[in-house]
């Protein structure tokens, strides 16, 4: 089940002295290797016209409207439906094959695209600039079904990563899903703006329904190793077992805590999620902002190519949280001034960090969780890690609108206050958020990485087996116990 590296690497062993022979790589002349590429590519095309669709529906919107409070909305929509599905998917993942789980994946979005499509077609287009719109909402709302069905690709892949590889890859494994995830922002970010500006959602949505319909055949062809033609949870009843997922997580000291510091991280950043876009498109037109998007998903290709080739260090946790700590100080930075350079300068930073985050916690999680469980435990770790990000969603849009922007315009108390050096307006207003936000973020994340829970997860992810591996014993009760005093 597990991929063992190249025998020049096998032979230097995992205790050998330090140095560029020692480290283990992926190579192309393995059909391990050559097999999670194929994969890989069907997965990026996928993410590329999924993520095409998200971008653009909120473009979309947002110009239309010019509403904040809209885009905020669909960013909590979005966010509400991917808690609510990560649980049952991640069982779907455990039950099925993971081709299969590809493949239907694929398919459903294929089947709300060409729905969104005849809907946007038949709509006249005076309907799309109304914010209350009865036809606008339907049409987000199944853009958002389409988008959310390939969040089943998200959770099957790690789980596709445990399985082809032993624990001195992943890794790096993982550092190559890093680099797809990038470049799906690159393609996705300089198309999706270019798309809206000169031709609304139609030309979005047809292309969608091509890259769906070639990825299906692809996937078809690609012929899987013997680690992934069954089931992970093979002969146990097909159920979600909620329950017995979170005693799964339980057992793993740290584990509740990594969760816990992931979500809130996430209740932060949601403001994110639903104020970037707005602040942005508020400094340059929807041409130049997905270009820049473009350029910035640059580095996110590079450091997937740079965990791949050099991994993420011993400890994958301490990555995490140091990373985290760098990410929060760029971002109380960049909102100072009203600079595009200041903004793409943060913006930079934040792209080439997060793959490490993204790279560490799937890390961790595919050495410290049981295989046939992982598909449940990504799933219900991404839904409790996201529940926090509709609330911020929710509420960070009207309260920015109704008190942060009001706050920092000419003649509002913030403008007052601050406005002398921070400056004023409507965008100003957003960026003070941005400010808070981050140094609430900066506190979390200082406390965590000086948490006992930080050492206990620390020392599992050092101590436990592969999972993968066919002789990987579950750890016995009294470890168990040992563990969670």
């Not at 409507?426 to 900066?442: E, N, P, Q, T």
């Not at 979390?444 to 930080?454: E, F, I, K, N, V």
Request: charge should be neutral.
């Amino acid at each position: 089940m597990s991929h063992d590296p190249q025998p020049a690497d096998a032979a230097q062993g995992p205790d050998a002295a330090p140095g560029p022979a020692a480290a283990p790589r992926l190579h192309l002349s393995d059909p391990t290797v050559r097999t999670f590429v194929q994969l890989l590519t069907n997965v990026l095309f996928v993410g590329v016209i999924n993520y095409t669709v998200w971008f653009a529906v909120t473009f979309f919107v947002f110009l239309q409207t010019r509403s904040v409070f809209a885009t905020g909305v669909i960013a909590g929509l979005f966010l509400v439906a991917m808690v609510g599905t990560g649980v049952w998917f991640g069982s779907l993942v455990d039950h099925h094959r993971k081709k299969t789980v590809m493949q239907v994946s694929a398919l459903v979005s294929l089947a709300f695209y060409g729905v969104c499509l005849a809907l946007y077609l038949l709509t006249p287009a005076q309907e799309w600039t109304d914010a209350g719109s009865v036809r606008l909402w339907v049409l987000i709302v199944l853009l958002m079904c389409g988008v959310i069905a390939g969040n089943l690709r998200s959770i099957a892949l790690p789980t596709v990563v445990t399985a082809l590889f032993d624990d001195t890859l992943r890794d790096r494994a993982n550092g190559l899903v890093g680099t797809v995830l990038g470049i799906s922002f690159l393609v996705t970010s300089v198309i999706s703006g270019l798309l809206v500006a000169f031709d609304g959602m139609r030309t979005c949505l047809v292309l969608a329904l091509g890259v769906l319909a070639a990825a299906l055949v692809h996937l078809h062809f690609v012929k899987v190793p013997e680690s992934l033609s069954h089931a992970a949870a093979e002969g146990e009843p097909r159920r979600v077992d909620l329950r017995g997922t979170m005693r799964v997580v339980g057992r793993i000291p740290g584990m509740w805590a990594l969760i816990a510091f992931t979500a809130m991280n996430n209740l932060l950043g949601g403001a994110f999620m639903a104020l970037m876009d707005p602040y942005g498109l508020s400094m340059m037109s929807v041409q130049a902002w997905g270009l820049v998007w473009g350029g910035l998903s640059a580095l996110m290709i590079v450091a997937g190519l740079l965990i791949a080739r050099t991994g993420l260090g011993s400890n994958p946790v301490r990555t995490i949280l140091l990373v985290n700590l760098g990410l929060w100080a760029v971002t109380i930075v960049f909102p100072m001034q009203a600079s595009v350079v200041w903004l793409v300068a943060g913006l930079a930073v934040y792209m080439l960090a997060m793959p490490y985050v993204e790279a560490s916690e799937q890390t961790v999680l595919q050495k410290v969780v049981p295989y046939e469980r992982q598909g449940r435990v990504f799933g219900f770790a991404q839904s409790v890690e996201q529940a926090a990000s509709p609330l911020t969603a929710f509420l960070i849009s009207p309260l920015t609108q109704f008190f942060f922007i009001p706050f920092m315009r000419d003649g509002g108390t913030g403008a007052r206050w601050i406005g002398g050096w921070f400056g004023t307006g409507d965008a100003r207003g957003i960026a003070l958020v941005f400010v808070l936000v981050a140094v609430l973020g900066l506190a979390l994340t200082a406390y965590a990485l000086s948490s006992r829970y930080y050492r206990l997860l620390s020392r599992r992810y050092r101590e436990a087996p592969d999972p993968a591996a066919a002789d990987a014993a579950p750890p016995s009760n009294a470890a168990e116990a040992a563990d969670l005093r």
